[in-house]
């Protein structure tokens, strides 16, 4: 792992099947629907009380995605794409961040463009050896069981606002979030 790429990341962006859940989906009530990780959710709120944004581009469109998103307080959301690097380009145009102060964790052949164009890419121990072999940091735990909050904590660690002091005052606040 190359501390050096994590010194200057600023946002986190990630995928959402197979990397906030673990790919499985159920239906119920006439919606196809997820299980997410508290501890990934919980993750997302830390970098968001260090001043990181952070985001999540899915090709997938469904309602359990949105409340997901909405619950984190992510800056960036985009649902439907299957060409992430047009998200991606266009997310770095609004915020003003260049590719190499981006951090984005995917797990599937659409997210590859953009694995290679981030500061810093991750994907989880499942997905495919192509993806695994083009990324710089392979997660220890799978997808949608702390994965992407394993990445968190290297960017708390590590990241460009790492020595932050600003953190919410209120747990209730986060606790209510994840």
Known sequence: MDKKRLKKIKML???VDGVLTDTRIFYEGGEWKRFFS??????????QEKQYQTGLITASKSEDIRLRAKSLGVQWFY????EKEKAFDEIMAKSGLKADEIAYIGDDYPDLSVLKRAGFS???????DDIKNSVDYVTKRPGGIGAVR???????????YRNQNKTSNSIVDSNSRV
């Open 38 to 47: 508290i501890r990934d959710g919980f993750g997302f709120i830390r970098l």
């Open 79 to 82: 649902e439907g794409v299957i």
């Open 150 to 160: 394993e990445i968190c904590e290297l960017i708390l660690k590590y990241g460009f």
């Open 13 to 15: 962006l990630t995928d």
């Open 122 to 128: 991750a994907t989880v121990p499942e997905s495919f």
